[in-house]
């Protein structure tokens, strides 16, 4: 696999994230009853800064929570025979929030609907609202985001990669290009 473009940088994806963060305080006038949940692994970091730029904007802490979906996936006997589970961590009632789901890459939408699964088993939310960083296409269920930090077209052959400084030790948004 060999790197066809840099897409984001740290400075572009944190614009992105600060304009996702006040578009969510304006679509739900203000934060009252707003609650962000991420992803593992690269969805919860992305949750973590949302929350720290809404906290810039409304001077209010906003409780974020950390969703692991192994268990609702539905490509989970392809990943592995012994797939790793970790901790789910709300520590909030979900009772009538609005909850921010927060994933790094939208891709085919498989992903999302097992968040979905598995954030309603925990608790009956008014509302999801998706927050992704990436839109690549390509979807295979009727899922669309809320939130976009930037929508970029790819091929089938691509990849596109998230590496945060919390993971990878820096910032930035990389399409890969499958070999063969």
Do not use: W
Not at 13 to 25: G, Q, T
Not at 136 to 148: A, M, Q, T
């Amino acid at each position: 696999m060999k790197e066809k473009a840099k897409l984001l940088d740290q400075e572009t994806m944190n614009r992105s994230l600060v304009r996702i963060a006040h578009e969510i305080v304006e679509k739900n006038k203000g934060i009252q009853d707003v609650c962000i949940v991420g992803i593992r692994t690269r969805g919860v970091h992305l949750a973590a800064r949302l929350a720290a730029f809404i906290k810039n904007i409304e001077n209010k802490d906003v409780p974020v929570g950390i969703l692991d979906i192994t268990l609702y996936r539905d490509d989970l006997t392809m990943i592995s025979s012994q797939p790793v589970v970790h901790k789910t961590e709300i520590d909030f009632d979900m009772e009538g929030k609005n909850i921010i789901l927060v994933d790094d890459v939208l891709y085919s939408g498989r992903t999302i609907r097992a968040a979905m699964d598995a954030l309603i088993d925990l608790g009956r939310p008014r509302s999801i609202q998706l927050a992704v960083l990436i839109d690549r296409g390509h979807r295979e269920l009727p899922i669309r985001p809320d939130y976009v930090g930037k929508n970029i077209p790819t091929a089938k052959n691509e990849t596109v990669e998230v590496h945060l400084v919390e993971v990878e030790g820096v910032d930035e948004v990389v399409i890969v290009e499958k070999d063969g």
